[in-house]
């Protein structure tokens, strides 16, 4: 069946550089969109979302690009901390699945001092 | 501002014996709520959502079980656990279609 997937499972990156973390999805009738952090042992914690008619949207230091001709998702991080290591997850749904969330494996992000 | 509650944190339990799992959610009226597990370094899979009370959807065939017996309170269920049970169970919450806010957790060893 249809899925959302991440490119990588693991990034490491330096403190204060701009992280990047990519997200296949293979459901071309996804309409909306999330990036979830969750860190160990704790709930996933909504970072931003974007719906299908946007292709950019920025919130605090993260800035999500959906797009829909390739169907890829990226989260850019600007000025990765030491708090955003996490493992990140990207989560696709649509009107016609009910709007049930499919989560990808998730990326592991390592913010090295 | 609305919050989730989870409990209990952390439970072990034998196998063959029963599940209490609860959920409920503060602040809002009327929420969809779900039921998640997510084993170790894996993503979440769906396993009951509920658009109302009495009103639960199962996602996939398992030793669960899900019951809404109030607006806002959730409960996962199960008469007799399995060793592939354990796991880390999440419940969540959405008051329109798509954003979901997700609970603390519960992990569930079986042994």
């Known amino acids: 069946g249809e899925s959302v997937g991440l490119h990588l499972p693991t990034l490491s990156v330096q403190e204060g550089d701009n992280s990047i973390i990519n997200c296949a999805y293979s459901n071309s009738a996804s309409d909306y969109f999330i990036w979830y952090k969750q860190e160990s042992g704790k709930g996933p914690q909504f970072i931003i979302d974007i719906r299908s008619n946007m292709d950019k949207r920025q919130g605090q230091r993260v800035t999500v690009l959906l797009n829909k001709t390739v169907k890829h998702l990226s989260l850019q991080i600007a000025a990765t901390q030491p708090g955003d290591s996490a493992v990140y997850f990207c989560?696709?749904?649509?009107?016609?699945?009910?709007?049930?969330?499919?989560f990808g494996a998730g990326t592991t992000v390592t913010v090295r001092a | 501002s609305q919050t989730i509650h989870q409990w209990p944190a952390t439970l072990v339990q034998p196998v063959g014996s029963p599940l209490s799992l609860e959920c409920t959610v503060e602040g809002t009226s009327n929420p969809n709520l779900y039921w998640y597990r997510q084993a170790a370094g894996r993503g979440l899979q769906l396993l009951f959502y509920?658009?109302?009370?009495?009103?639960i959807s199962s996602e996939v065939p398992q030793n669960l079980s899900a019951s809404r017996p109030q607006d806002r309170q959730f409960i996962l269920s199960s008469k007799k656990l399995l060793l592939s049970d354990s796991g880390f169970y999440l419940c969540a919450w959405s008051v329109f279609e798509g954003q979901q806010y997700f609970g603390p957790g519960t992990r569930l060893t079986v042994t």
């Open positions: 989560a696709e749904t649509s009107s016609s699945n009910d709007y049930k969330l499919s």
């Open positions: 509920s658009v109302g009370i009495g009103q």
